[in-house]
């Protein structure tokens, strides 16, 4: 059974940096396309960054330059590096591993930026 695991979400303050985690169990990690997608309340989900198995990013607009995915196949893990934090970035976080047809989902681990 695949799992995705997200961690490091927490309350902080704007311009703090935070460093969230994706650790997939039960799945070929290396051969996916993994992303991080954000749904704020009252929002739609939407993605915020994707990484291909070849190591190829994308980007949201309102992130690019602040926010960096990267992932780490030895330890099945993809990470979401995310600088200089703004009000409206806070939001539930989800770890996806798309596979064309099926697509997996992490629980989502919450981002509250706020002063």
């Known amino acids: 059974q695949v799992q995705l695991v997200e961690s490091g979400g927490g309350l902080v303050q704007p311009g703090v940096s935070l460093r969230l985690s994706c650790s997939a169990s039960g799945t070929i990690f290396s051969i996916y396309i993994m992303g991080w997608y954000r749904q704020a309340p009252g929002k739609q989900r939407e993605l915020v960054a994707r990484i291909t198995s070849g190591g190829s990013t994308t980007y949201a607009d309102s992130v690019k330059g602040r926010f960096t995915i990267s992932r780490d196949n030895a330890k099945n893990t993809v990470y979401l590096q995310m600088n200089s934090l703004k009000p409206e970035d806070t939001a539930v976080y989800y770890c996806?591993?798309?596979?064309?047809?099926?697509?997996?989902w992490g629980q989502g681990t919450q981002v509250i930026v706020s002063s």
């Open positions: 996806n591993q798309d596979r064309g047809r099926y697509e997996y």
